[in-house]
């Protein structure tokens, strides 16, 4: 089947219900987007399909032909995924980082969606797990792009 | 894989489809893909470790500087880091620590964690290992001397090459000056010459006065942190060589049972993408072209297991072990007691004191649940060696075990040590809570490489647990209502003591960590511990037994403070009297909360809300801290965590405010909704929809105070965790009535 990641036509031969993200990991060998659980519960396997936020683990492959999606390899090449990348480094976001390429496209997603999200949104859109507990650095991340000043 | 010369070191793909046989002086020719493919973690470190070895002329830690450190042309600095980067930020602190007395910004460091080897002992202890918040305070001096030692080898270079002495020249970050010619020649260009030099006397550097660090003590970034931000950060699970297949594996729903026959086997084979179908000690394995494909087949394999028998290798899961009965069995333990600590006369006090106080705790176990499920990736090579990628924090012992399974000599093992996708405890060597014994012998059914990923489900059937205990309290208040007498009996199982399988000669000391050492002037104390042995595989959990000690402890002392009618903070402050470093901490963390008020008290959006204090001792550092709580909804809710940490020292403040950060969430994790339950002889989760992690909603805000008191440097990755939950403990006491003795508290009902 016929894919687009991240602005590339790709050919993959995959059964219709694997799921994107080991289509990604062991087709395509794209390793950024990361196995935590499985069962669309951490969001470390965060994609964007069609500039929505998406749990690739358990989104069979068969749904995202013909739609677009972007993957935390080509996130810089989004003007919003750029920003929110150079203020993951700024702030020194990232622990052992296993969850932060799915911490960044949920972020990518809201702040793409809605620039200036309040606090409530902010909350309820960066729901991914972190077992280092940078939810306090994401947290001034996503404030400080969406052009506060952190609380 | 594309490989580049401007990637770091976390993001220099491995070429892993090359054969490995580089010459040091290609490396130094500093050809692009040369540079690369040594940039991975390549054994390279070690002949010219042994190189090192045998010119020099002493054999203190540390000093075989061509062993740790390579510059390139570009002057990048490759370190090879003995420890392992787990998120801790140890490749930047070595980076900062190294970097100031090489002269050399951190910046410039490509760090990686280096082989196993004798080379790269360098803490006091003479261990190897990425644990007990030890890397930097064990390592300090000896890793300021590797620098200073390159530095001077640099230095003799230059002198070389400019034909002065070396008394007239100096450095900048980079590079050697010679002041009178305003000649310089950069670190770069002196390297290969240098790094040929013999390393100097140790004795004959001189260390940077504190006063002139221009890194250590600065919040210096994290080398890490673009590639980790960008998805470019390799983990074990990430990797992959040429021919590779794909395992997963079953195990066994307890612990001992073996595998019987395979009902569907032939049906399991003809699945698709299917290579083979294996069978292991204790699971059954299946390998593919695509980890998908194996882990769909591996699930479907219905296997008769076969109860265990009585010459069992592996500790056997009982079919009818439950964490909730096993606690009430703890709480009823008699004992005999072994003393830890036996200060006064407890007994007396205890039967003659007017106010006596008796009470009893408990924890509950914990998964690691660290993100990155575990995996191994194992090769032999056509000469007979074998390669092992795995996640690990004690390199040396992998390296041993797997010569001990394998049969080969430790010298024809490479091991090679990715970033850890978060560790906590979790990958130190547990016996059958490792994937890499699987593959490896999976590598050599098949004559190709494996990578071996546990699912998320398989790794919570097999993670080592963190200890429970029981502990049995009592106390003895004086007539003024001070405490006079405590006593904590605590009945468990420490983690060291359950990997060897037996009780030491000694008592271990992780079992009563956070209960024995505390600081308080109370004339009489009995710690003692009821040895018993249970039926779950134990181990190392962030603080380790701190992380359940500090809550008994602090909590029963809010009890005694209580009782007394004195306030718990006002306690602490008399107990402490005579202990200015912990008064201080004790103060700080009151001022930094704005002044110490317990509450109940109403809160600017209304709500009702509390305080608590508590304090804890963890490996070598202080720490105070102070939450604020309120009931939303039936549950506790934590607004705020004040903490104050005196680690003596520190090099990066960042760094240790992130890990305050990570400690305190990962305490409030345990003390609010986190809990490994087991009934049936099997755990109830087996992936996150029920084990709950703290998930953001429910972090609180982190107010961090570091007390640099110049005492003895201490740890960082661990010490903010213990305290964390007696405080939030105390608070909701002080704000409901109701005295927390068990954890999670997601286990009781508020008002």
């Known amino acids: 089947m016929e894919l687009r990641i991240n602005q590339k036509t790709v050919q993959v031969d995959a059964d219709a219900d694997t799921p994107l993200l080991w289509v990604l990991r062991d087709d395509l060998g794209m390793t950024g987007t990361k196995y935590g659980c499985g069962l669309a519960q951490c969001g470390a396997c965060s994609v964007l399909v069609d500039g929505n936020v998406v749990r690739s683990c358990v989104t069979p492959v068969a749904g995202v032909v013909g739609r677009d999606i972007t993957t935390i390899e080509a996130i810089e090449s989004d003007e919003v995924g750029k920003r929110v990348v150079a203020t993951w480094v700024e702030l020194q976001v990232a622990q052992c980082g296993y969850c932060q390429s799915g911490q960044v496209m949920a972020a990518t997603a809201l702040l793409k969606h809605n620039p200036a999200p309040s606090d409530a949104q902010i909350e309820a859109a960066m729901v991914n797990l972190c077992r280092c507990g940078t939810y306090n650095a994401i947290h001034a991340a996503v404030h400080e792009l969406a052009g506060k000043r952190d609380a | ?751």
């Open chain 2, 1 to 751: 894989m594309k490989v580049s010369s401007e990637t770091t070191a976390q993001s220099s793909l491995p070429d892993l489809t090359t054969p490995i046989n580089l010459s040091r002086r290609r490396f130094l020719t500093g050809t692009a893909v040369g540079a690369l493919v040594l940039g991975f973690g390549l054994p390279l470190g070690a002949p010219r470790a042994f190189a090192a070895a045998a010119a020099a002329t002493t054999s203190e830690r540390g000093t075989q500087v061509p062993a740790f450190l390579e510059i390139r042309p570009d002057n990048r600095v490759r370190l090879m880091c003995p420890f392992m980067e787990g998120g801790q930020g140890t490749f930047t602190a070595m980076a900062q620590i190294v970097g100031e007395e090489l002269d050399a910004d951190p910046a410039t460091f490509l760090v990686e964690a280096a082989p196993p080897g004798e080379a790269y002992v360098v803490m006091d202890n003479g261990m190897r290992i990425t644990g007990g918040s030890m890397s930097v305070r064990m390592s300090y001096p000896v890793m300021r001397r590797l620098g200073a030692l390159a530095r001077a080898m640099l230095l003799q270079a230059g002198a070389e090459r400019l034909g002065v002495s070396v008394s007239e020249l100096s450095t900048e970050p980079g590079k050697v000056l010679h002041a009178a010619s305003g000649r310089s020649l950069t670190y770069g260009e002196l390297a290969e010459r240098a790094m040929d030099l013999p390393v100097p006397d140790p004795v004959s550097v001189k260390l940077r006065d504190p006063s002139q660090f221009r890194w250590i003590g600065k919040p210096v970034k994290r080398i890490d942190a673009y590639d980790k931000s960008t998805g470019k950060a390799l983990y074990c699970i990430d990797l992959k060589v040429d021919d590779m297949l794909h395992a997963a594996v079953q195990h066994a729903p307890r612990l001992g049972m073996t595998v019987g026959s395979l009902r569907n086997e032939e049906q399991v084979k003809a699945m698709k993408g299917v290579h083979s179908v294996h069978r292991l000690p204790g699971a059954v394995a299946v390998l593919a072209e695509r980890w998908w494909h194996a882990k769909r087949a591996v699930e479907a394999i219905q296997v008769d297991w076969q109860e265990p028998g009585a010459d069992s290798p592996v500790r056997v899961m009982p079919a009818d072990f439950s964490s909730d009965a096993y606690f009430k069995r703890l709480a009823a333990e008699k004992g005999p007691a072994r003393d830890d600590e036996n200060e006064g006369d407890v007994a007396a006090s205890l039967a003659n004191a007017k106010t006596r106080i008796d009470a009893t705790y408990h924890n509950q176990y914990l998964n690691h649940a660290q993100l990155e499920p575990p995996s191994a990736l194992a090769r032999f090579n056509a000469d007979g060696s074998l390669e092992v990628w795995l996640p690990n924090q004690a390199p040396d012992l992998y390296r041993a075990d797997i010569a001990k399974r394998t049969g080969l000599e430790p010298g024809k093992i490479t091991l090679h040590s990715p970033l850890l996708g978060g560790f906590f405890g979790r990958h130190f060597l547990y016996d059958s809570a490792s994937p890499y014994p699987q593959a490896i012998a999976l590598a050599k059914a098949v004559g190709r490489p494996v990578k071996l990923i546990w699912s998320r489900e398989e790794e919570f059937l097999r993670d080592v647990l963190r200890p429970v205990a029981a502990v049995n309290f009592r106390g003895a208040l004086d007539n003024d209502g001070w405490p006079l007498a405590i006593e904590a009996v605590s009945a468990t199982e420490g983690p060291t003591e359950a990997i060897a399988g037996k009780q030491g000669e000694k008592l271990d000391p992780t079992a009563l960590e956070g209960l024995s050492g505390k600081s308080y002037a109370i004339a009489n104390k009995r710690i003692a511990q009821i040895y018993v042995k249970g039926p779950a595989m134990l181990g190392y959990w962030r603080s380790v037994g701190n992380s359940l000690n500090d809550f008994f402890y602090e909590s029963f002392l809010d009890e005694l403070a209580d009782k007394g009618g004195k306030d718990p903070f006002d306690l602490r402050l008399h107990l402490l009297r005579d202990n200015a470093r912990l008064t201080t901490l004790l103060q700080a963390v009151a001022e930094l909360s704005g002044g110490w008020k317990r509450g109940p008290f109403t809160a600017e959006d209304g709500s009702r809300r509390a305080r608590g204090v508590a304090m804890a001792s963890p490996f070598g550092t202080e720490t105070a801290v102070i939450a604020e709580v309120s009931i939303e909804n039936g549950q506790v809710k934590v607004h705020d965590i004040w903490q104050a940490i005196d680690p003596g020292s520190i090099v990066n403040p960042a760094i240790v405010e992130a890990q305050v950060n990570g400690a305190v969430a990962l305490g409030l994790s345990q003390t609010l909704v986190e809990e490994a339950v087991w009934l049936d002889g099997k755990p109830r989760a087996r992936n996150y929809d029920l084990y709950p992690i703290l998930a953001p909603a429910r972090m609180a805000r982190v107010h961090v105070r570091v007390v640099e008191s110049g005492e003895k440097m201490g740890g960082i990755g661990e010490p903010p965790l213990p305290a964390v939950a007696p405080a939030v403990a105390n608070a909701v006491a002080a704000l409901t009535g109701q005295r927390i003795r068990s954890l999670p508290m997601s286990r009781h009902t508020f008002a």
